[in-house]
């Protein structure tokens, strides 16, 4: 008689008590996007950088108009004005799609990591990260176009990491309908098929070059034209251009912590985490070329954004039983919300 292999996981029952766990879950999970929704939704317009510009873009789609938009996001904006919704249900519209397209991004990643259950679990960890994230706050209320794109960015990066490549088409296209600057990190997707450690180290003289300053000399000396375009494209006195150190210590950190806690992690979930590690430094490299621009913060809200799901993955799979405890995680989500609210109406971002 055929036996099933010994690293085959345990049948999970459905138990009433189970079921009551999910539904709890799943209310949780409504009434936290449902609040984000509120808060967003219902900001004024002196509530993010861009606020009045897209407010103002909305408003012109009653008549006749121009916009070098991208074509899935003026298709989702003028959908939503039809059917009549106002800047306030228009703003929360599009934060409700940022929230589903973080409930897909979480799921390619559970699938990544080869978890079978406990997916509810796992989403209310990311959005309780999310929340806590004042990066998540720059997509919702200041980059929002780019916002909306970055974990699709997420998403196709790690569809092709596993060679699916329709999915990487697939998430591709719609995060470059939204945001044309996904295109930056897809055109890096192909480092993601040599040998891990050869990316580690491409990616840490790219960190050096950039530190040094010798990208921005590059760029310069080499490509003018790219140049001139990085530095004239949304120029703003008022915010610091030429490279930035601090951004990049901070990012190198969050590809440095997964690897340093993966020893907490239950096999075979950390060498996932770790591999996916990998995706998180493509979506660095963009910055390492460019990233001496004004704005250059957008640059890296693709990867801010994912450190969110994997830093979920890590205490959701923790092999400590109290990190990855169900009714932790939901507190943890509770607790999240009046801090987002903080957020949000206070306008701390990075």
Same mark, same amino acid.
């Given at each position: 008689?055929?036996?099933?292999?010994?690293?085959?996981?345990?049948?999970?029952?459905?138990?009433?008590?189970?079921?009551?766990?999910? $539904?709890?879950? /799943?209310?949780?999970?409504?009434?936290?996007?449902?609040?984000?929704?509120?808060?967003? =939704?219902?900001?004024?317009?002196?509530?993010?950088?861009?606020?009045?510009?897209?407010?103002?873009?909305?408003?012109?789609?009653?008549?006749?108009?121009?916009?070098?938009?991208?074509? =899935?996001?003026?298709?989702?904006?003028?959908?939503?004005?039809?059917?009549?919704? #106002?800047?306030? =249900?228009?703003?929360?519209?599009?934060?409700?799609?940022?929230?589903?397209?973080?409930?897909?991004?979480?799921?390619?990643?559970?699938?990544? !990591?080869?978890?079978?259950?406990?997916?509810?679990?796992?989403?209310?960890? @990311?959005?309780?990260?999310?929340?806590?994230?004042?990066?998540?706050?720059? #997509?919702?209320?200041?980059?929002?176009?780019?916002?909306?794109?970055?974990?699709?960015?997420?998403?196709?990066?790690? @569809?092709?990491?596993?060679?699916?490549?329709?999915?990487? $088409?697939?998430?591709?296209?719609?995060?470059?309908?939204?945001?044309?600057?996904?295109?930056?990190?897809?055109?890096?997707?192909?480092?993601?098929?040599?040998?891990?450690?050869?990316?580690?180290?491409?990616?840490?003289?790219?960190? /050096?070059?950039?530190?040094? #300053?010798?990208?921005?000399?590059?760029?310069?000396?080499?490509?003018?034209?790219?140049?001139?375009?990085?530095?004239?494209?949304?120029?703003?006195?008022?915010?610091?251009?030429?490279?930035?150190?601090?951004?990049?210590?901070?990012?190198?950190?969050?590809?440095? !912590?997964?690897?340093?806690?993966?020893? !907490?992690?239950?096999?075979?979930?950390?060498?996932?985490?770790?591999?996916?590690?990998?995706?998180?430094?493509?979506?660095?490299?963009?910055?390492?070329?460019? #990233?001496?621009?004004?704005?250059?913060?957008?640059?890296?809200?693709?990867?801010?954004?994912? $450190?969110?799901?994997?830093?979920?993955?890590?205490?959701?799979?923790?092999?400590?039983?109290?990190?990855?405890?169900? /009714?932790?995680?939901?507190?943890?989500?509770?607790?999240?919300?009046?801090?987002?609210?903080?957020?949000?109406?206070?306008?701390?971002?990075?």
């Amino acid at each position: 008689m055929a036996t099933a292999p010994a690293t085959a996981l345990p049948e999970r029952h459905n138990t009433p008590a189970t079921h009551a766990g999910l $539904v709890l879950s /799943l209310i949780l999970l409504i009434a936290a996007a449902g609040f984000g929704c509120w808060v967003v =939704g219902t900001r004024g317009l002196d509530i993010g950088t861009d606020t009045s510009v897209y407010a103002g873009f909305f408003e012109s789609l009653n008549r006749p108009f121009i916009t070098r938009l991208e074509p =899935g996001f003026v298709f989702i904006s003028y959908v939503l004005n039809r059917l009549g919704l #106002g800047v306030t =249900g228009y703003q929360t519209a599009l934060f409700a799609l940022l929230l589903l397209i973080a409930a897909v991004a979480a799921r390619r990643y559970s699938r990544y !990591l080869g978890a079978t259950h406990g997916y509810l679990t796992f989403l209310s960890a @990311s959005l309780m990260l999310l929340y806590l994230s004042p990066m998540f706050v720059n #997509g919702s209320i200041n980059a929002v176009r780019q916002g909306l794109a970055s974990l699709l960015v997420f998403a196709a990066l790690l @569809s092709f990491q596993q060679r699916k490549w329709w999915l990487f $088409v697939l998430y591709g296209a719609l995060a470059s309908s939204l945001h044309l600057s996904s295109l930056l990190y897809l055109a890096f997707a192909p480092l993601l098929l040599v040998r891990s450690g050869v990316l580690h180290y491409a990616a840490a003289l790219a960190f /050096l070059m950039y530190c040094t #300053g010798l990208t921005l000399i590059l760029v310069r000396t080499l490509i003018p034209p790219l140049y001139n375009l990085v530095m004239t494209y949304t120029v703003n006195p008022e915010y610091r251009a030429g490279v930035r150190i601090d951004f990049a210590v901070f990012s190198i950190f969050w590809y440095a !912590l997964p690897l340093l806690l993966a020893p !907490l992690v239950r096999s075979p979930y950390r060498e996932r985490i770790k591999e996916s590690t990998a995706v998180y430094l493509v979506m660095l490299l963009p910055f390492f070329a460019i #990233g001496w621009g004004y704005y250059s913060n957008r640059y890296l809200l693709p990867a801010w954004l994912a $450190v969110s799901l994997m830093i979920a993955a890590i205490l959701c799979h923790s092999r400590i039983a109290l990190l990855r405890n169900p /009714l932790l995680i939901r507190m943890g989500l509770i607790a999240a919300c009046p801090v987002f609210y903080y957020y949000v109406t206070n306008v701390i971002v990075i």
